[in-house]
């Protein structure tokens, strides 16, 4: 029972057009979310992240939307540049019934590519 | 700051075989958690350290892991014995203590255990 869901397991973008990686989620308790960039053979690196009291957290060229009502997120990078060819998992925490509300719980993780 | 590291970056190990990962956290990161992604599919949580305490288990696949934290500051994660669905990478993560609303736990670069 997958509770965070990336239904694109890849994504090719235009340098400097807008790239729009689309998450969605189930459990109606996760109350922060989060993006992460991975390289290969490199660690997931965190990216930006937002609180479900908001609808949308901003850092540079990276925006986030949270729609509560649809469970959804979206990470917006605009504009898109070569080097943000990786792969982005989203991520969510939630309060969980005992064990630790730390826990993140990660899609599988959609595969961007920004031509040149 | 230094990050996140972790020892070894690639281990190949036979079925039956014992495999001893480690993790040294971020300097003051009371919380360390391990994950762990196999074949592609989406990162998912073992467990959780608060300090030397363990917060949440229950991701642990079953009595052949076991986790530690001594004193509160690196961690190791035990394979006895090593089964071929082992196979995976390995993740660290570490964030700081929560009460300042802090939720971002950051990574260590992965070990890749192969159990042939």
Known sequence: ???????????????????????????????????????????????????????KNEDGRFTVFLNKSAKHLSLHIVPSQPGDSA????????????????????GKGTLLTVNP | EAGVTQFPSHSVI????????????ISGHDNLYWYRRVMGKEIKFLLHFVKESKQDESG????????????????TLKVQPAELEDSGVYFCASSPDGAGLVWEQYFGPGTRLTVT
């Open chain 1, 87 to 106: 792969v982005y998992f989203c991520a969510a925490r939630g309060h969980n019934s005992g064990g630790s509300n730390y826990k993140l719980t990660f």
């Open chain 2, 60 to 75: 642990m696949p079953n009595n052949r892991f076991l986790a530690e934290r001594t004193g509160g500051t690196y961690s």
């Open chain 2, 14 to 25: 036979e079925k039956g075989q014992t495999v001893t990962l480690r993790c040294d956290p």
């Open chain 1, 1 to 55: 029972d997958q509770q965070v869901k990336q239904n694109s397991p890849s994504l090719s973008v235009q340098e400097g057009r807008i790239s729009i990686l689309n998450c969605d989620y189930t459990n109606s308790m996760f109350d922060y979310f989060l993006w992460y960039k991975k390289y290969p053979a490199e660690g997931p690196t965190f990216l930006i992240s937002i609180s479900s009291i908001k609808d």
